[in-house]
């Protein structure tokens, strides 16, 4: 069975440019998430999706990050623009459904560096 | 505010040692606990999770938790660690199942041979 698959795992801008993100999630799994690691820290979550629907968007910034999911499968994560802090890896998990709390299973992740 | 607390960011040590990572988690209701680790270039995985029943709950490669609800704690156990345990390994809970994961800071384990 395939994993969570996120594109692309390294990315490497100037502050103010646009950058998006990639994630597949395993087939089968409606609930999608994205989550914010910084270094040295936990993974936070930015958004929650159930299907098509963003049902916890209540961390992402939006000013700047946009995330859409328009089938209810593949989702991409925008950051637009780019700010120096945005530096960290961004991670995709799936799972089955949120209502019964299971498992979360995570992509590599997507590093960006902004210069 | 739900959060998660682990007691040690950096813990080295030697091949046979026991290891005991603390997790203690903030939240009033009830919860599902879980540990992840992830190994260099490797993306996060499960170790064990509980959700009921017998609070010792058994995981991959020899790993164990103990829940402790009087003491809102759920410390990861191995007897005997190996080197290719090194990694970080990150406690996390969920409470009343409908919020996704909150995750705690991490432990970057250090195994030397």
């Known amino acids: 069975e395939a994993g969570v698959v996120q594109s692309p795992r390294y990315k490497i801008i100037e502050k103010k440019q646009p950058v998006a993100f990639w994630c597949n999630p395993i087939?089968?799994?409606?609930?999608l998430y994205w989550y914010l690691q910084n270094l040295g820290q936990g993974p936070e979550l930015l958004i929650r999706?159930?299907?098509?629907?963003?049902?916890?968007d209540s961390q992402l910034p939006k000013d700047r990050f946009s995330a859409e999911r328009l089938k209810g499968v593949d989702s991409t994560l925008k950051i637009q623009p780019a700010e120096l802090g945005d530096s960290a890896v961004y991670l995709c998990?799936?799972?089955?459904?949120?209502?019964?709390?299971?498992?979360?299973?995570f992509g590599e992740g997507s590093r960006l560096t902004v210069l | 505010a739900q959060s998660v607390s682990q007691h040690n960011h950096h813990v080295i040590l030697s091949e046979a040692a026991s290891l005991e990572l603390g997790c203690n988690y903030s939240?009033?209701?009830?919860?599902?606990l879980f540990w992840y680790v992830q190994y260099p270039g490797q993306h996060l995985q499960l170790l064990l999770k509980?959700?009921?029943?017998?609070?010792l709950v058994k995981g991959i490669k020899g790993f164990e938790a103990e829940f402790i609800k009087s003491k809102f704690s759920f410390n990861l156990r191995k007897p005997s660690v190996q080197w290719s345990d090194t990694a970080e390994y990150f406690c996390a809970f969920s409470g009343g199942g409908a919020d996704g994961l909150t995750f705690g800071k991490g432990t970057h384990l250090i195994i030397q041979p």
């Open positions: 939240y009033g209701g009830t919860v599902n």
């Open positions: 087939s089968g799994h409606n609930t």
């Open positions: 999706y159930e299907n098509e629907e963003a049902v916890d």
């Open positions: 998990a799936s799972s089955l459904r949120t209502s019964v709390a299971g498992e979360l299973f």
């Open positions: 509980y959700f009921s029943g017998d609070p």
